[in-house]
C-alpha cells in the first residue's frame, strides 16, 4: 500500500491516465534484469515491460512461446529490485491465461505475489476477455496487447505489418474498446497502420503504447536491446537503434583478451 499511497512520485495506472488527458507522451521499455532496470529507472523511464521478449533476446529463442511462468517472476522480480519509480508491467507467458480464466487468475497472481511487479500484460480481444474480468476481479491490473501478437505467430505466420484491411482493422478497433470497457489501464498497439493507430487512440480513454504504431498513440514502446543496439539482425522500420552496444562491447572485450594475453592486467597498481 504504502509503494502506491506514499510515494507521489511513483507511476501508477492513474498517473499514465493523467498521462494521456494531459497530452504527455508515455515512455516504456523491456526490462528483463536488475542492472539494467536500475538504469532504465534512474534515466527517467515511465514504464517497464517485463516482456515475454526474454525468451529471443535473453534465452536465444525464435520466437516468445517456450518461456514459462516460472522464468518470468525470476525476471520480474529481478526488474522489480532495481526500480524506484517506474511502473512495472509483466507479460503473462503464452500458455498461461488463454482460454481458461481460473488458470489466468493464477498466473497472474503469482505473478503479483512472487514478483513484487505493479501490473500484467496479455494478447489478444474478444478472445480472452474472460481472463481478463477474472485477472481484473482480484485488483490486478491488466493492460492488453493488440495488432501483431507474437505468441500467436504461428496463426498469422509472418511478423508482417497486422491490420492493413478493413475487416481486421474493424476488429482491432472494435477489441481495443472492449478491453477499455473490461477495465484494462493501457493498450500496446503492435505493427499496425499509424492511421489505425491514430484512430484508436482517439477512440478510447485509456492509454495506447504504439510498437510500429505510429506516432499518434499516447507513448511508444521498445525492446530495450534493440534500442541500444545489442541485438544487431532485427531491422524493422519502427526500431530506432540510440548505439550500436554490440560492438562497443565486442570491442571492450577484445581489449581486455588482448591485455590478459600480454601479461599488461592486471598491472602492479591493479594487485594487492
Ligand atoms: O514482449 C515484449 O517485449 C512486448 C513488446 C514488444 C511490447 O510485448
Redesign the pocket.
Known amino acids: 500500500m504504502s509503494a502506491v499511497s506514499k510515494d507521489k512520485k511513483r507511476i501508477t495506472t492513474h498517473v499514465l491516465k493523467e498521462m494521456k488527458e494531459n497530452g504527455e507522451k508515455i515512455s ?1 521499455l ?1 526490462a528483463y534484469d536488475y542492472s539494467m532496470a536500475m538504469i532504465l529507472d534512474e534515466a527517467g523511464i515511465d514504464v517497464l ?1 517485463v ?5 529471443n533476446v535473453m534465452a536465444g529463442h525464435e520466437t ?1 512461446l517456450p518461456i514459462t511462468l516460472d522464468q518470468m517472476i525470476y525476471h520480474a522480480s529481478s526488474v522489480v529490485r532495481g526500480v524506484k519509480k517506474a511502473l512495472v508491467v509483466v ?1 503473462l507467458p503464452f500458455g498461461s491465461y488463454q482460454s481458461n480464466p481460473d488458470k489466468a487468475l493464477e498466473s497472474a497472481v503469482r505473478i503479483m505475489k512472487e514478483s513484487g511487479a505493479h501490473a500484467v ?1 496479455l ?1 489478444g480481444g474478444e478472445e480472452v476477455a474472460e481472463s481478463i474480468i477474472r485477472i481484473l476481479g482480484a485488483g490486478i491490473p491488466v493492460m492488453g ?1 493488440l495488432g501483431l501478437i ?1 505468441q500467436s505467430i504461428y496463426k498469422f505466420g509472418t511478423y508482417t505489418v497486422r491490420a492493413k484491411g478493413a475487416e481486421e482493422a474493424r476488429k482491432l478497433k472494435k477489441d481495443a474498446k472492449l478491453l477499455e470497457k473490461l477495465g484494462c489501464f493501457g493498450i ?1 498497439l ?1 505493427k499496425i497502420p499509424a492511421k489505425l493507430g491514430k484512430a484508436v487512440t482517439q477512440q478510447i480513454g485509456i492509454p495506447t ?1 504504439g ?1 510500429g504504431g505510429g506516432r499518434h498513440t499516447d507513448g511508444q ?3 530495450t536491446h534493440d534500442l541500444l543496439g545489442i541485438t544487431k539482425e532485427f531491422n524493422p522500420r519502427f526500431l530506432r537503434r540510440y548505439m550500436n552496444l554490440f560492438s562497443g562491447i565486442k570491442k571492450a572485450v577484445g581489449l581486455y583478451i588482448k591485455d590478459v594475453k600480454s601479461n599488461d592486467f592486471p598491472s602492479t597498481e591493479e594487485q594487492y
Open positions: 516504456m523491456t515491460l516482456g515475454d521478449s526474454a525468451s516468445t507479460d500484460k494478447e496487447h507474437p500496446v503492435e503504447i510498437i514502446v521498445l525492446v
